[in-house]
């Protein structure tokens, strides 16, 4: 599932097409949303949170979608062969007189008054990448992070950084990675933590995300390699110790974990 970096610079490709600009095409092939017509309003700009995106009109209204595990937003010229977004994958459709953005795979879609975006989020945590999220920001959310995830001490770390409830936006990737920077043990208590290794922890993801979008920008997708994720039996980059996989959460939520058994020794 695309995770919160990969939000970030779709949310930057989208806005770079559409912002500022006059819908001439809008298809919204989703049953709740199919009737909707969007053409004539102006795009204002497009704002990840979490895994969330949400694109924003000049009429009150927003555009929410998720991608779920496959789904994907492709810009295309106007005219351009992938600009006729043919194909039963397609769930959206936003152009202009020069860019098209088809949405394919997308796992929801919902159209409401911009005054409801609170409705789709609600539940979530703060956004790991979010200004709000920074240390020093003012009215920082990052001790609300930290308070969210102790609300179950008990619980695995590899679990709680996973479930959106705690902070929106890492995934299996950021997860594995985060971990293994701060030399944890996936499936140690969040209470084993006091709150300020938990924000240390935190703050490790938000700054190794901030460098993949930074790279992303930079070099393209992918272009920074992993420290343990995907890795299982490859030799660990710190001590040599073959990478292994485990599972956190439970059926029918369950999810890989990568991790070094050297450097991430279990505290108990």
């Known amino acids: 599932m695309p995770e919160g970096d990969v939000l970030r610079l779709t949310a ?29 309003a102006t795009v204002l700009g ?27 937003w492709r810009v295309d010229r106007t005219g351009s062969q992938g600009a006729a977004a043919r194909g039963t994958t ?10 098209t953005c088809t949405g394919r795979r997308l796992g929801m879609l919902d159209l409401l008054a911009t005054r409801d975006e ?17 240390p020093h920001a003012p009215a920082s ?30 995934g299996t990737i950021w997860t594995a990675e985060s971990l293994f920077a701060c030399r944890l043990y996936p499936w140690d208590p969040v209470g084993s933590l006091d709150e300020d ?23 393209g997708f992918g272009a920074v390699g992993s420290a343990v994720h995907g890795r299982a039996g490859r030799a660990c980059r710190r001590c040599g ?17 990568f991790w070094c058994p050297t450097c991430q020794a279990a505290t108990g």
């Open 12 to 40: 930057e490709r989208l806005d770079a097409a559409l912002a500022g600009h006059v819908l001439t095409r809008a298809e919204l092939r989703w049953p709740s949303a199919a009737a909707a017509n969007l053409v004539g």
């Open 46 to 72: 497009t704002a990840a949170y979490g895994k969330h995106l949400l694109t924003r009109f000049d009429d009150g209204r927003t555009l929410h979608t998720h991608l779920r595990m496959e789904g994907w």
């Open 90 to 99: 397609v769930r959206a459709v936003l152009a202009t007189r020069s860019w």
């Open 118 to 134: 609170r409705r789709v989020l609600a539940g979530l945590g703060p956004d790991v990448l979010a200004d709000d999220f920074a």
């Open 141 to 170: 959310r990052l001790p609300d992070g930290v308070a969210r995830l102790l609300r179950e001490p008990g619980r695995p770390l590899c679990d709680a950084l996973l479930d959106q409830r705690g902070v929106a936006g890492l």
């Open 197 to 219: 290794e938990i924000a240390r922890l935190l703050l490790t993801a938000r700054n190794l995300m901030w460098r993949s979008i930074r790279v992303a920008r930079r070099d």
């Open 241 to 257: 110790t073959p990478v292994a996989v485990g599972t956190a959460n439970e059926q029918p939520f369950e999810r890989p974990v």
